[in-house]
């Protein structure tokens, strides 16, 4: 079926949103807007054929320009966190946005991928690709870059997200999504009874400021250990100082085997509606959030939204992987094109 699109208002800066409506046959339903290349909806079939929309977020482009939980968004040029909003490449240091005590955090709260507007490149009956463009030095990053983003939804409920970056300087691209799941309905609070299960022997701890210390540590024997499914609240408020430091789970997990390859990552279980969701990625690593630190908010449809509301499964390279020699590079450019898969499948 063609996509259809509407509108989604219009920006504080005079820019018309449009959202676009991807459908298959089996009932499932998702909504991207150019704006942030964000996912709004995404209704999904429970066991008994009911559909809900199992992603948080707002009812129009309005919401997205604050949204400071970054629900639903395309996070670049670069996700999660770089110690001290700096790095270096080739000996040439660049200073970021210090937005996150003294480190950077999602590239920039305001100039970021997720709070500008993106143009539609290609679309198909069931796919749409979403392009930004950006100048060399902006928000401090090297490089004139383009990063394309092409939202995929197939007749087995899966929707598959392809990243393609590409930069005339060598530069720092490691962008991913931010979806906050409930797979009992976005509005079906909180998320702990979700049961989960990662395929990942090793996580990479952090200090305070959620910045990781270099080392690969095991899960096993651990609050952290998800290797066998579990529902997730069981140990959250564990007397575990990794705990503590990020108020619940919020760290990343080394994927198992990592070669390059897609592979399942995670599964991940709704308690009242059996919803089911694999994620697959050919990325390192997975930033599992239980959403500790959602503000109370409105959402869509009147939801009322907080603490836990939803949990992120953010496919990327490394936190700080740029200033970890030790860690998967993230250094593209010159050449060296990004490119990368994730896919959210439901059953």
């Not at 796919?127 to 930004?132: E, G, K, L, P, R």
């Not at 970056?165 to 979806?179: M, R, Y």
Request: proline letters at 4%; glycine letters at 12%.
């Amino acid at each position: 079926m063609a996509i259809t699109k509407r509108s989604f208002g219009v920006t504080s800066k005079g820019e018309q949103a449009t959202l676009y409506t991807l459908v298959n046959s089996k009932g499932m339903k998702a909504d991207v807007t150019d704006y942030g290349a964000i996912l709004v909806n995404l209704f999904v079939p429970d066991k008994n054929g009911n559909v809900e929309d199992v992603v948080l977020g707002f009812d129009s482009v309005e919401g997205y320009e604050g949204n400071p939980s970054f629900f639903g968004a395309t996070i670049g040029p670069s996700a999660n966190r770089i110690a001290g909003a700096k790095f270096s490449i080739d000996g040439v240091e660049y200073a970021l946005d210090v937005n996150d005590g003294v480190n950077n955090l999602h590239s920039h709260k305001e100039l970021g991928y997720h709070k500008l507007l993106w143009k539609v490149t290609a679309e198909s009956e069931n796919s749409i690709t979403f392009t930004i463009a950006d100048e060399d030095g902006y928000m401090g990053f090297p490089g004139n870059k383009e990063l394309s983003l092409t939202y995929t939804l197939d007749e087995e409920n899966g929707i598959t997200l392809s990243y393609y970056g590409k930069s005339d300087k060598k530069t720092v691209l490691n962008p991913t999504n931010h979806t906050y799941f409930n797979l009992d309905g976005h509005a079906a609070g909180i998320i702990e009874e979700h049961i989960m299960q990662l395929a990942a022997s090793n996580y990479t701890p952090v200090v305070a400021g959620a910045i990781p210390t270099g080392e690969i540590a095991a899960v096993a024997g651990s609050p952290m250990d998800f290797t066998d499914a579990k529902v997730i609240g069981k140990e959250i408020g564990a007397d575990m100082e990794q705990l503590i430091l990020t108020g619940g789970y919020d760290h990343n997990w080394v994927v198992d085997g990592w070669d390059g390859t897609l592979r399942k990552i995670s599964t991940v279980v709704g308690p009242k509606s059996g919803r089911v969701m694999h994620t697959y990625t050919d990325l390192p690593g997975v930033q599992f959030y239980a959403g500790n630190f959602i503000d109370p908010q409105d959402g869509k449809n009147g939801a009322k939204y907080g603490k836990r509301s939803g949990l992120c499964l953010e496919t990327q390279y490394y936190p700080n992987t740029i200033n970890t020699p030790n860690f998967p590079p993230c250094v593209f450019g010159e050449g060296k094109d990004y490119k990368s898969v994730t896919v959210y499948r439901f059953e």
